[in-house]
């Protein structure tokens, strides 16, 4: 396809940033709005054209810069996926900052509209530098969306979330630069196909996984994650959740596992263990938290450790599971912060004890909220089912264990949610002006509403998702059979001997049959 | 068979119809909508049923839309119709339209009336989705739709702590059944290569004998995967060990407690090793296992039952002790019986509860049996069907003419069976079911002479001084959801001048024609359900065609055991009957003599095995507790500290430290340079 309609996706969010530099509020917002709507479609006819089972590569652009560098975009099934998620998140974060920011709009919407230039870059990029400069500079807009618009302690949480972040970066560079030197190239479809020797591939895959596993984040270095999210405005935890955080996973399954197969299944004990702590750890955690956010925040560390779990699962459920857990996770808890949003804007507290009862006053609201809490917890019919069954089934057939603790996630978070849900929803009316609140508004309606379409259909009929990956995970999957680990369950065929348990010979032939059986 | 799409998704659509439209279409109309729907579904669904036992139908797979396709992993949406599909059924839809009925009555007060509707609605959607699946995932869809509908009825009064509290001990708990569930389903996939059930059942007989890895130890595959998936069963089922949740589901309104928590939702664990029983028949341990969990929760429930007050309660216990007989039917290859006792005890108990709804209904929403007392007379209707429910359950009937109470044919058949399979597991699990068969109807007449005989103990009743005050059962706090602040200010209401008489001048009212008419139709389930299909249930391959694993010589012995046995229950039927009369009719100072003699173990019965103690001591406080010091020590206290603070305090200290080296004082600048050169000279030389 010769018009470059990736190129045109991250000109419209950047003119409309830099314009909205230099205009009022009002204005502002509608040219923000605006931005992100036509990306929205760009990214809707982005996904009409890609060609499901065409080339690996589509809509490639290519202009050689200098050196090794190249300004090089290009999209497949994983990536497609990844922006349809920014698009399609991005309006509604938009229309969340609505009321809620009224100082330096211009400037807001400007950060915002940075945002998803950088987030579609960061996805569609093919060379290696270009993707670096995007995965890195993502980090500015968001550390002023905190450090500007946030909450109290805005600094503190915004510094944090640079340190964390900025550290495994540095690593990640001086391993790219060596890999380029090596391989002679930095364009990412080659290098995934380059074969590294092995014992290079440990330290560059730890180099890589060091700004990965910030990212992603997995335990023990998830700790910026609650504080960037309870500072952060409701519409930056949005993004944070939706789509920044799947950067760690993104990183995974285009540079870790293609580029350094050997040394990703070296690894898998390390990758495993960490998502098993994590899911226990964080979830007991998230059961005694009193910010609705800092909960939620917790808990997406625990979604993404099946994320991790299933990339490193070295099959095609895990990566496909692991795949939809970050969409589903994108979606879900986005959604979940807008909830969180909604009442905040109405009562300025993220206190859970400061509410209660709301589904006596907003019926509409504790539907929405209720929905996407079950959706959170994996209840089937909802993306989170298809995500996390996918996900831990591939992991089951590397290691039973395991998805043992893994599947204890899903007591933990029904549990964690559930509590949470009972506290801000059910019971009686503690606090008169939370029972005064009034129901969803229609631009939140606006808001939650393609959400939940969103996350039904992926539940229903996650076929429309799974497509467009199918070939490159199968790809992906291809290159990593020769480093698959053999699983611990590993059936082996004994001698049938059909229906013992209760088999009888006619009369009297049972005490026979039972101790048949029993051997 | 395409009219399984409309049984099947007609109740979905009611109840989104009902929930999204609310009270913008008004209590009647989503009344009528959602109980509408059930009953054209439950009108399609018995042509299918009888059909089936007239023999004249065939199995078939009515396929819906593509769901997951990952790899070789792929499930369809599917609806299934077989033999065991078609009596599940009728029971889920014959149930659910009575209770649809019943609730127009008994929720006639209840300012939200059509959410309640369309959760009711909601979840017999997924309780036919859980009985018409194809494959393993599709009945976790249902399996888990049916949780999400069971904690949102429980906790329908959503103000009441003590819901909200059952609603997440319900929810979490069959969580940790689906934990096993879902491991089992990820282990019949790697062993079988599919999740389609019928597959899994043609490979499973080959697989007997084979071995796995799991958790580090090599064990056989069957067992594994069976035990697996019986954890699933034993938490939806409210087996030993995972029953907790069902005696405080009791919080939701009783339409519920009979639809959900006797009828259908907790049979569908028995359902499910039913569907999968040629899976478990090559698993000698599994079964095993089920046999003993059934066996020993019938006994647990059945002692528990007798000392419980709250008359829901009671029949919810008494519900946990019946499903028990029904895991050990099928633990020792009786399916088809397992199959009966489970369509006869959805009419005789859905029955149960709906009377006991009737009567908490004419008592001002009383639920303590020690308030109850000589209702006989006054709701007359209401106790002759509890009266044919509880002969049901006892199991009253002849043995020599062969016909009886629903309860007669399938609990009797039950109890021979495992007496004929001659295994240790089979006499353990008939000596135990013998014995709750006595407990059984000690504990079924207790609560019917509570309730219905003896003199009135009302005045008593904090609900029946409210009612009397606030002048019947007219006013808008007849609904508990609106009551719980009531409750203090009455309970030292100034005795009326009835009070002598126990009636504190009250009087119950019988309940409204909607209420009785299930009544009457359940009544006569009770009655004739048993009589009418035992042959099929039982006796019938053909009835079957397959659809569960059915042991025809076990049949035989079953048949063929001593008469001793087979009038066993009738015997320890009436054994119970006597106690109860002597206790609660002849000398009513009995129970109280005997509870303070057998004291320990009357409390220990009475606190239900201590049961949810220890849990709250082996769980639920650690892991408060471990969360807190997770959250403080660890991330606080340790990573924040050691990390991102560390790193801060160590710059700012370092940078204080550099500011002191720059003092601007060349002497010392000199020095450094000098040190410096001397360091250069040595690497170089050395």
Not at chain 2, 70 to 76: I, M, Y
Not at chain 2, 205 to 218: E, H, K, N, W
Not at chain 2, 345 to 354: M, T
Not at chain 2, 601 to 614: A, C, H, M, P, Q
Request: net charge negative; glycine share 10%; with cysteine.
């Amino acid at each position: 396809m010769d018009f470059p309609i990736l190129s045109l996706m991250l000109l419209v969010p950047l003119v409309a940033g830099i314009t909205c530099l230099f205009l009022d509020a009002p204005m502002a917002r509608l040219v923000a709005l605006a931005a992100t709507l036509i990306d929205l479609a760009l990214g809707v006819l982005l996904w009409i054209n890609y060609d499901i089972g065409g080339a690996q590569w589509q809509f490639t652009e290519r202009a050689e810069l200098f050196a090794v560098f190249d300004y090089a975009l290009g999209i497949d099934g994983i990536a497609l996926m990844l922006i349809m998620l920014s698009v399609f998140l991005m309006p509604i974060c938009i229309l969340a900052s609505w009321q809620g920011i009224t100082r330096r709009v211009g400037e807001y919407m400007a950060a915002f509209l940075l945002m998803e230039v950088l987030m579609i870059g960061v996805f569609a990029a093919q060379d290696m530098f270009l993707f670096y400069i995007f995965f890195e500079a993502g980090l500015i807009p968001m550390y002023l969306i905190i450090g500007v618009w946030g909450g109290d302690n805005r600094i503190y949480a915004s510094y944090k979330f640079f340190l964390y972040t900025l550290l495994g970066s540095v690593l990640m560079l001086i391993a790219m630069l060596w890999m380029v030197n090596v391989a002679g190239t930095s364009s990412i479809p080659v290098l995934m196909q380059y074969d590294f020797a092995p014992e290079a591939q440990t330290w560059l895959w730890l180099a890589f996984f060091a700004s990965f596993a910030v990212k992603m984040p997995m335990w023990p270095v998830h700790t910026w994650l609650p504080d960037a999210h309870v500072q952060a405005p409701t519409a930056g935890s949005v993004i944070l959740a939706g789509v920044l955080l799947k950067l760690g996973g993104y990183g995974f399954i285009r540079f870790s596992l293609p580029m350094f197969p050997e040394a990703s299944e070296q690894f898998i004990w390390l990758v495993f263990g960490l998502s098993m702590i994590a899911v226990i750890y964080t979830s007991l955690v998230a059961l005694v938290q009193h910010d609705m956010k800092k909960l939620i925040a917790y808990s997406s560390v625990a979604h993404m450790a099946i994320v991790t779990a299933g990339l490193f699962a070295f099959n095609v459920q895990g990566l496909e599971g692991a795949m939809i857990m970050m969409l589903s996770h994108g979606l879900v808890s986005g959604a979940l912060f807008l909830c969180v949003g909604v009442i905040y804007d109405r009562l300025h507290t993220r206190e859970i004890d400061r509410y209660g009862g709301l589904a006596i006053n907003m019926p509409r609201y504790a539907l929405f909220f209720l929905f996407f809490t079950m959706a959170s917890i994996g209840l089937p019919g909802t993306s989170g089912f298809v995500a996390e069954f996918l996900a831990l089934a591939g992991v089951y057939q590397v290691s039973t264990w395991a998805t043992l603790v893994l599947t204890t996630g899903i007591i933990l978070g029904a549990a964690y949610m559930l509590y949470l849900y009972r506290r801000v929803a059910f019971g009686p009316q503690k606090n008169a002006d939370a029972a005064a609140m009034s129901d969803l508004s229609l631009r939140e309606w606006v808001m939650l509403g393609p959400i939940a379409a969103a996350v039904l259909w992926m539940g229903v009929y996650p076929e429309s998702f799974l497509a467009p990956m199918r070939a490159d995970i199968a790809a992906l999957d291809a290159r990593l059979a020769r480093a698959a680990p053999e699983g611990d369950s590993r059936p082996q065929v004994g001698t049938p001997r059909a229906h013992e348990a209760n088999y009888m010979e006619g009369a009297h032939g049972a005490a026979a049959g039972a101790s048949e059986g029993a051997h | 068979m395409q009219s399984i799409l409309l049984i099947v998704f007609l109740p979905l659509l009611a109840a989104i119809v009902g929930g999204l439209g609310n009270r913008a279409l008004g209590n009647t109309l989503v009344k009528l909508i959602t109980t509408g729907a059930l009953f054209i579904s439950c009108a399609l669904s018995w042509p299918i049923f009888l059909a089936f036992v007239a023999g004249g139908a065939e199995p078939g797979v009515v396929p819906v839309l593509q769901w997951v396709q990952s790899g070789d992993l792929s499930f369809d949406w599917a609806l299934r119709v077989d033999t065991l599909t078609a009596v599940m059924l009728v029971v889920i839809t014959t149930v659910s339209a009575l209770v649809h009925l019943y609730s127009w009555g008994y929720m006639d007060e209840d300012p939200d009336q059509p959410r309640f509707f369309a959760y009711l609605s909601l979840f017999t959607f997924a309780m036919l989705m859980l009985v018409t699946a194809d494959n393993l995932v599709q009945m976790f869809f249902g399996w888990e739709g049916v949780g999400l509908a069971s904690y949102l009825l429980i906790g329908f009064w959503f103000k009441k702590p003590s819901a909200n509290a059952a609603a997440i001990k319900a929810f979490v708990v069959n969580r940790v059944g689906d934990l096993g569930f879902m491991l089992g389903i990820f282990g019949t996939f790697v062993v079988f290569g599919t999740t389609s059930i019928p597959e899994i059942l043609a490979a499973a007989p080959a697989m007997s004998g084979a071995t796995i890895g799991f958790l580090g130890y090599r064990v056989s595959t069957m067992d594994v995967l069976c035990i697996l998936l019986f954890i699933g069963a034993m938490g939806k089922s409210a087996q030993l060990g995972l029953h907790t949740w069902l005696p405080d589901a009791m919080e939701g309104p009783t339409p519920v407690s009979a639809l959900i928590h006797a009828a259908t939702m907790v049979t569908a664990g028995v359902f499910m090793v039913c569907r999968l029983s040629p899976m478990f028949e090559t698993a000698p341990v599994a079964l095993g296992v089920v046999t003993f969990i059934g066996a020993a929760t019938c006994i647990f429930a059945a002692t528990v039952g007798t000392t419980q007050w709250d008359i829901k309660r009671v029949i919810a216990y008494s519900t946990c002790s019946q499903l028990g007989y029904m895991f050990f039917a099928a633990g020792v290859g009786a399916y088809g019986a397992a199959m009966f006792h489970l369509f006869t005890h959805a009419f005789f108990k859905a029955l149960l509860f709906l009377g006991a709804g009737s009567v908490i209904h004419a008592m001002h929403h009383e639920q303590d049996m020690r308030y109850y007392g000589a209702l006989r007379k006054e709701i007359p209707f209401t106790f002759w069907a509890m009266l044919a429910g509880t002969l049901a359950i006892t199991g009253v009937g002849i043995y020599w003419l062969g016909a009886g109470f629903a309860g007669f044919h399938s609990k009797d058949a039950i109890l021979e069976v495992a007496f004929a399979r001659g295994t240790e597991m089979g006499t353990f699990a008939f000596w135990m079911g013998t014995f709750a068969a006595l407990l059984t109807s000690f504990y079924s007449w207790r609560l019917m002479f509570l309730t219905f005989w003896g003199k009135p103990r009302w005045a008593d009743s904090e609900h029946i001084q409210h009612a009397v005050h606030a002048g019947h059962d007219d006013s808008d706090d007849h609904n508990p959801a609106v009551q719980e602040d009531a409750g203090d200010d009455v309970r030292h209401a100034v005795p009326s001048p009835n009070y002598e008489a126990g009636t504190a001048g009250y009087h119950p009212h019988e309940s409204p024609l909607s209420m009785l008419v299930p009544l009457g139709l359940l009544t006569l389930g009770a009655i004739f359900a048993g009589w009418v299909f035992s042959h099929a249930f039982l006796d019938d391959a053909a009835f079957w065609q397959g659809s569960i694993f059915y042991n025809e010589a076990l049949i035989h012995e079953m048949h063929a055991v001593p008469l001793l046995v087979k009038l066993a229950a009738s015997i320890v039927m009436l054994i119970g009957l006597a106690i109860a009369w002597l206790a609660y009719i002849k000398d009513t100072s009995i129970p109280a003599k005997a509870a303070e003699q057998l004291g320990p173990v009357y409390r220990f019965f009475y606190n239900k095995w201590y049961f949810d103690e220890l849990y709250n001591f082996l769980f639920i406080r650690p892991a408060f507790w471990f969360g807190r010091q997770f959250w403080k020590i660890g991330d606080v206290g340790t990573i924040d500290r050691f990390g991102p603070d560390g790193a801060a305090w160590v710059v700012q200290r370092g940078s204080v430290l550099a500011k002191r080296a720059q003092n601007g004082l060349v002497y010392s600048y000199a020095l450094v340079m000098l040190l410096g050169l001397i360091a250069a000279i040595t690497w170089v030389l050395f």
